[in-house]
Nanobody
Framework: QVQLMESGGGLVQAGGSRRLSCAAS????????MGWYRQAPGKQRELVAR????????DYADSVKGRFTISADNTKNTVYLQMNSLKPEDTAVYYC?????????WGQGTQVTVSS
């Protein structure tokens, strides 16, 4: 059972920046991918960004391309999501996700609220 601990959420003004962290309970070397999803009130959970652990390749939702950056620090078993130029529509609960073959695990979520 992989445990994920997210941090970094909070209230930020539009145009501002925030960095989310997701610390895994074990080495991330063995994972296939780690990613960030978000869910706004009344909407479905959506993929924000994902990173393939073995080659560092990253994918982003069109809505965040050029503003958000996902990265992984293998020495800290942590994945980050740097969010710049935040918009009110980025307001959501952000969830960390880990995939290993057919299994996946989720963090508890961290709220990000962007005020206009």
């Amino acid at each position: 059972q992989v445990q994920l601990m997210e941090s970094g959420g909070g209230l930020v003004q539009a145009g501002g920046s925030r960095r989310l962290s997701c610390a895994a309970s074990e080495s991330i070397f063995g994972f296939n991918a780690m990613g960030w999803y978000r869910q706004a009130p009344g909407k479905q959970r959506e993929l924000v960004a994902r990173i393939i652990i073995d080659d560092g390749r990253a994918d982003y939702a069109d809505s965040v391309k050029g503003r958000f950056t996902i990265s992984a620090d293998n020495t800290k078993n942590t994945v980050y999501l740097q969010m710049n130029s935040l918009k009110p529509e980025d307001t959501a609960v952000y969830y960390c996700n880990v995939k290993l073959t057919i299994d996946e695990w989720w963090g508890q979520g961290t709220q990000v609220t962007v005020s206009s």
